[in-house]
């Protein structure tokens, strides 16, 4: 079975918890990849990756080998490339858009099917769910509700910034369970449940409660 990291965003570095976190789960270093957001904005895409390998670098957690997948490489090579993969990173960026691309490139298939280590950032947290909600409050033209990877449990808003939870995300718990989770935090999913750090909070049915554990 495959191990979640739920994030939302790291400005300059991880962190305490979450090196101490990531250092405990992290197998092996033969291979990081990551996976883009857009495959076609190679500079975007290698600009920002570039500055979060150097946070796992920062860290002490090099790796022999840091890959991106986009479309400068064909779907069999990135099947291959996650398979054989310690870690895989799944970016930050438009949600709809990165989960259309992963369609595209049948890479959902292959991330069933993995049993590493799999760390979601923003648009890649929300990603990972069985439902995926893209809410107007977070920053998106229109609401948008579509199943995701189904890879956890929970259903994830990022960039939360803690102040009051606008009304549209307490329209939207009368129908779905959703968690807000504050830049800094992350969650962990294994198979002995949810582990919580940082500021996350849980809406359900209007009913607000604090998760963090850590």
């Known amino acids: 079975m495959a191990t979640y990291v739920l ?7 991880f962190s305490s918890e979450t090196v101490k976190m990531l250092k405990s789960q992290i197998k092996g270093r033969q291979s990081i990849v990551c996976i883009a957001s857009d495959f076609n904005s190679y500079k975007m895409t290698d600009y920002f990756w570039s500055i979060f390998y150097d946070m796992f670098c920062n860290a002490g957690l090099e790796f022999e080998n840091s ?3 986009d479309s400068r490489m064909t779907p069999e090579m990135a099947k291959e490339y ?19 691309y992963i369609k595209e490139y049948g890479l959902d298939e292959v991330l069933e099917e993995y049993d590493g280590l799999v760390i979601g950032m923003s648009a890649g947290t929300l990603n990972l769910a069985q439902t995926v909600i893209c809410p107007i409050c977070n920053g998106h033209e229109e609401q948008v509700i579509y199943d995701g990877l189904g890879l ?3 259903t994830v808003i990022s960039h939360y910034d803690m102040n009051e939870v606008p009304q549209e995300i307490i329209d939207l718990s009368m129908k779905h369970e959703i968690y ?3 830049d800094g935090s992350h969650i962990l999913c294994n198979e002995n449940g949810n582990c919580y750090y940082g500021n996350i909070i849980c809406v359900n049915k209007g009913e607000i409660r604090t998760v963090s554990n850590l």
């Open 180 to 182: 807000l989770m504050e």
């Open 7 to 13: 994030t939302s965003m790291f400005e300059k570095e």
């Open 152 to 154: 956890v449990d929970i």
């Open 67 to 69: 890959i991106v997948i």
């Open 82 to 100: 996650i398979k054989n993969a310690d870690v895989v990173w799944i970016s930050g960026g438009d949600t709809p858009t990165e989960y259309k």
